[in-house]
């Protein structure tokens, strides 16, 4: 079942595991993994989406054969900490995946990590195309690190 505690996600899962990290646009899915001892987050890729269907098997391709134990998906949470229509899309998404894959799933405040992860790249001197390619991927990779962190409060 889906759900917005770190501490609620953690006792839903095996001690450790890979966790998957997804920001959930539109138009694209960014794709993150952590270690198995939740330390660190890796941007993967970004998934074009298509059909529901599709995109979860491009979800399937990406897991591969990680030990995957849950998702974090980040959620689009209005600055003022209310849920827009955006929100109540990411929910119905959120189910779905757990329907599909039958794990876990941590719905986790994304404000400001797209923000966050452009000004990085800006201050790296990345170029506006390799930002464009990577900022989903990467934004993924932060909203999973921030839930990881907060995971290891918890344990």
């Known amino acids: 079942m889906s759900t917005h505690s770190a501490s609620e996600f953690a006792a839903q899962l095996p001690s450790g595991g890979v966790l998957a990290g997804l920001d959930l646009g539109t138009k694209t899915i960014g794709v993150a993994f952590c270690d198995a001892e939740w330390r660190f987050a890796t941007a993967a890729e970004t998934i074009v989406r298509r059909k529901q269907t599709q995109d979860f098997a491009e979800l399937r391709r990406l897991i591969g054969s990680r030990a995957l134990a849950g998702f974090v998906l980040g959620y689009p949470v209005n600055m003022d900490g209310s849920d827009g229509p955006r929100a109540q899309a990411t929910r119905a998404f959120a ?5 599909e894959f039958t794990l876990p799933v941590l719905l986790w405040d994304e404000r400001l990590s797209t ?3 452009t000004r990085e790249m800006i201050a790296a001197d990345m170029s506006r195309a390799k930002r464009a390619e990577r900022v989903d991927a990467l934004a993924a990779a932060h909203i999973l690190q921030a839930a990881i962190d ?6």
């Not at 907060?150 to 344990?155: D, F, G, H, I, S």
């Open 150 to 155: 907060a995971l290891a409060l918890t344990a």
């Open 115 to 117: 923000v966050a992860v």
């Open 95 to 99: 189910r779905s995946l757990e329907a």
